[in-house]
């Protein structure tokens, strides 16, 4: 399937049959071109601030969750897709921050799966469009950034339940944060760029266990190496 906007219609094509099919008017192109990702069975997309589904179908095409979201910052994950966003119901005092969220195309299966930042506080940042902060799927988890309030922007993971939605490590310790940034997945690992606020700006790497999240040292001492790009090789 494929998509189209021919004035706020969405469509999919059909390469089989060269046909067209109307899914559903009212789109915001700028919207969906911010959120449009796969899950099992059809696709997940932003129209109006709320989280649609579609199977490709006029029938199958519909919104999954009543409340507004503002879903953005998704990725593939289990079947399923990992979004940030910000619940926004009637009462405004029920509202929680930008957190961490997972739907698999169902109403019952979207729910928000930890609220990382306690009460109106977001948990997650990252503008629609910074790719430097969106989430990645490696090896059975996905990796995204998150403040809980106490340790500053640091490196969380989830497997898709709540409680597996945990901090991987503190990096740079304390409620300073350890600027990530440059996600990277190699060999089922993820390769990230930070500072522990002592050995400088390094190549880190994680198997998602905090353990398992060590640095390579290229530059011994404070002004670090300072790597700008990652990409694999062998």
Same mark, same amino acid.
């Not at 993971?157 to 709540?162: H, I, S, Y």
């Given at each position: 399937t494929t998509w189209s906007n021919p004035p706020g219609t969405l469509r999919a094509y059909d390469p089989a049959s060269s046909a067209w099919t109307d899914l559903?008017?009212?789109?915001?192109?700028?919207?969906?071109?911010?959120?449009?990702?796969? =899950?099992s069975g059809g696709t997940v997309f932003n129209k109006s601030e709320k989280l649609w589904f579609t199977d490709g179908t006029a029938a199958g095409t519909k919104e999954i969750y009543t409340a507004t979201l503002e879903p953005r910052l998704g990725v593939a994950f289990n079947g399923g897709c990992l979004f940030f966003a910000e619940e926004k119901n009637?009462?405004?005092?029920?509202?929680?921050?930008?957190?961490?969220?997972?739907?698999?195309? +169902?109403?019952?299966?979207?729910?928000m799966l930890k609220d990382i930042r306690v009460g109106r506080g977001s948990g997650c940042r990252g503008e629609p469009n910074d790719i430097t902060t969106k989430p990645i799927a490696v090896g059975g988890y996905a990796y995204f950034l998150a403040d809980d309030g106490t340790t500053g922007?640091?490196?969380?993971?989830?497997?898709? +339940?709540?409680?597996?939605? =945990?901090l991987v490590r503190d990096i740079n310790p304390g409620i300073e944060?350890?600027?990530?940034?440059?996600?990277?997945?190699?060999?089922?690992?993820?390769?990230?760029?930070?500072?522990?606020?002592?050995?400088?700006? /390094?190549?880190?790497?994680?198997?998602?266990? /905090?353990?398992?999240?060590?640095?390579?040292? =290229?530059?011994?001492?404070?002004?670090?190496?300072i790597p700008r790009d990652i990409v694999s090789f062998g």
């Open positions: 559903v008017s009212d789109v915001d192109i700028g919207l969906l071109r911010q959120f449009v990702v796969e =899950v009637k009462f405004s005092s029920l509202n929680k921050g930008t957190e961490p969220w997972f739907t698999d195309g +169902t109403t019952g299966g979207t729910f922007m640091e490196l969380w993971r989830t497997d898709g +339940t709540a409680a597996g939605t =945990v944060s350890s600027w990530i940034s440059g996600f990277h997945a190699h060999k089922g690992e993820l390769y990230f760029i930070a500072t522990n606020g002592v050995s400088g700006v /390094e190549i880190w790497k994680t198997d998602g266990t /905090e353990q398992g999240t060590v640095f390579l040292d =290229v530059v011994p001492g404070p002004a670090g190496s």
